[in-house]
């Protein structure tokens, strides 16, 4: 069965930090990008970052760009996302997600281009 389930999730002051963490099945991970996507109220659901399964390619999106910074440790299935100088407006909800293979690597950045999901993870930024 696939699954992912994220953690490390909670409520920040601005300027603080959190560590996201998503666990995968071994069948959900082994040879996909990674990548997570946020959701803050009534907005649409939007890419932050992804990660090539050796890790040796990253992408973020431009509001997160020199603040997140995401990992993965293979051995353990699992799936990192530092986030540091945090902002209010980081405020959602955090989806760990397996990308498709891709076509180019501007895939990435559409949330179509993931097919299995965790349940997410809040993060609240407070002002």
């Known amino acids: 069965q696939v699954q992912l389930v994220e953690s490390g999730g909670g409520l920040v002051q601005a300027g603080g930090s959190l560590r996201l963490s998503c666990a995968a099945s071994?069948?959900?991970?082994?040879?996909?990008?990674m990548g997570w996507l946020r959701q803050a109220p009534g907005k649409e659901r939007e890419f932050v970052s992804v990660i090539s399964w050796s890790g040796a390619i990253t992408y973020y999106a431009d509001s997160v760009e020199g603040r997140f910074t995401i990992s993965r440790d293979n051995a353990k299935n699992t799936v990192y996302l530092q986030m540091n100088s945090l902002k209010p407006e980081d405020t959602a909800v955090y989806y760990c997600?397996?990308?498709?293979?891709?076509?180019?690597?501007?895939?990435?950045?559409?949330?179509?281009?993931?097919?299995?999901w965790g349940q997410g993870t809040q993060v609240t930024v407070s002002s």
């Open positions: 997600a397996r990308s498709r293979p891709i076509q180019y690597s501007g895939d990435y950045y559409q949330t179509s281009q993931y097919d299995y």
């Open positions: 071994g069948r959900t991970f082994n040879g996909y990008a």
